[in-house]
């Protein structure tokens, strides 16, 4: 499966070969059910959870409205703590400013928590070009490490797995047999991650929030790997994307609540971890250096454009587990960083619109994507923005012909009424037992994976009709 090792745009492709993958099929109904319902779950049980989330997203908006403010004060706090801040105009950029830092205070052995804004970067081969180990420490990050893969879920890189194929990976990798058996295997990952915190000299990490008015980093994991990155390692490096600063030490509560009840349904994440600076005179944990380095990497371009809510996102994944497109073809099929609704605005947005012409349309627009999203991103009405910048293209001979004759028809109301009645009727006469399992045309793709409904007996407009005389 090259398209769970490589970015691409065959999108199409991908996800004809994820539909027929059966582990994956697995794999991606057990969890993605879990979560679902975890994310409703987590919302009914907190009074006041719509207003919240109207709340954060005001919080958000505000940011984004005066992000160089407090991009700006954010940098002076953490200086203040003794910290350094690096400004990343690109993925370059930031890969170089981490790998300078790494080779000045002579690392050669990184642990990272996990952290997609790396995986956006590609930190990694650059890391091991400059002759640095690097380690994901996240047991999912691990699992896809050591199997040559890419995260294919925000929070859960490693959806795509079942247990038994991590037994399988894992195995491979140490050299011996491991049963498929969950615990095991997180006992056998603990033992093997230990050794790796114990002989590193550089954690990195993203950054689930950076706060403006005090400096503070914070991070929400479930396996204490975070703990461990940004304690033990003599330096440590947060890579964030520059919209993850919030204003105040008191928006921080609002987000908390949100953030891992939509993702998983939990109250709270197991680990949240707040960190101000590097370790100071008398403290007896954390690095000797702190470096912050905020990415740009496109972002301040969709801050101009109709796409700025896009910017909102905290990443919780909730809109991947509820989007009935996600849920079938999981994570790699959308062959970018981001995937799932957020990743066919993202993609499109920092690689281009051109390349991904398929994303902005892996979509029903059914809004469960929204609906379940902690800021209430309006993701459909963002994928339809991205259709109509597709438009804008001189459209075929084709498209012209077939918009011709639909205008032609909703001009003429007999011309509409006889050609549905004819569809109809052609439809009717294809279906069996209600359904259709060959359309004509275009429409065969629909029915290469699924039947199409048959089209009732009488038409609304006819039932209608009867209902008012
Ligand atoms: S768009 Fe919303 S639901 Fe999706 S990952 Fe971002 S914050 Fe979560």
Redesign the pocket.
């Known amino acids: 499966m090259t398209y769970a090792q490589h970015e691409h745009h065959e999108f199409l492709e991908a996800s004809t070969q994820a539909l027929a993958d059966v582990t994956l099929q697995t794999a991606l109904t057990r969890l993605t059910d879990t979560l679902l319902a975890g994310n409703r779950r987590g919302y009914a049980a907190l009074a006041d959870s719509s207003d919240l989330r109207d709340h954060a997203k005001r919080i958000k908006e505000h940011t984004l409205a005066h992000l160089d403010l407090y991009l700006e004060q954010l940098e002076a706090s953490v200086v203040k703590l003794g910290g350094k801040v690096h400004w990343a105009a690109t993925a370059e950029d930031a890969r170089r400013i981490v790998v300078e830092i790494a080779q000045a205070a002579n690392c050669k052995h990184a642990v990272k928590s996990k952290s997609m804004t790396s995986e956006e970067i590609h930190l990694n081969p650059a890391l091991e070009q400059a002759g640095i180990e690097v380690t994901e420490t996240d047991f999912g990050e691990f699992i896809i490490q050591v199997a040559g893969e890419r995260p294919s879920h925000?929070v859960a890189p490693a959806v795509h797995h079942t247990r038994e194929s991590v037994a399988r990976v894992l195995s491979q990798h140490l050299g011996e047999q491991l049963a498929d058996d969950p615990k095991s295997l997180a006992m056998t990952g603990r033992r093997v991650l230990r050794e790796k915190f114990r002989r590193a000299d550089l954690g990195i990490s993203g950054a689930n929030f950076a706060v403006a008015e005090t400096g503070t980093i914070v991070l929400v994991t479930n396996e204490g790997n975070g703990r461990l990155t940004t304690t033990c390692p003599r330096v440590h490096v947060a890579i964030m994307g520059i919209e993850k600063v919030i204003p105040r030490f008191n928006d921080l509560p609002v987000f908390l609540k949100l953030l891992a009840r939509?993702a998983t349904g939990q109250t709270l994440s197991v680990y949240t971890t707040v960190i101000t600076g590097p370790k100071r005179a008398g403290e007896l944990d954390g690095p000797d250096e702190f470096h912050l380095v905020l990415l740009d990497n496109g972002r301040t371009n969709v801050l101009a454009t109709p796409f700025r809510e896009s910017l909102?996102?905290?990443?919780?994944?909730?809109?991947?587990n509820a989007c009935p497109v996600y849920r079938r073809i999981g994570g790699h099929a959308y062959g970018g960083v981001y995937s799932?609704?957020?990743g066919s605005i993202l993609t499109p947005l920092y690689d281009s619109v051109a390349l991904n012409p398929h994303l902005p349309h892996a979509s029903s627009l059914c809004g469960a994507?929204q609906a379940?999203?902690?800021?209430k991103?309006n993701?459909p009405h963002m994928l339809i923005g991205l259709r109509e910048l597709q438009h804008h293209h001189k459209p075929s001979r084709l498209e012209r012909w077939a918009y011709k004759i639909w205008s032609m028809a909703l001009c003429r109301p007999w011309l509409y009424r006889w050609g549905l009645w004819a569809v109809r009727l052609m439809l009717r006469r294809r279906a069996k037992n209600g359904w259709i399992s060959q359309m004509p045309g275009p429409g065969s793709a629909w029915t290469q994976i699924r039947d199409f409904p048959a089209p009732a007996a009488q038409s609304f407009r006819d039932r209608w009709k009867e209902l008012q005389s």
């Open positions: 925000l939509a909102q996102c905290i990443r919780c994944g909730a809109c991947l799932g609704p957020i994507c379940a999203c902690p800021v991103i993701i």
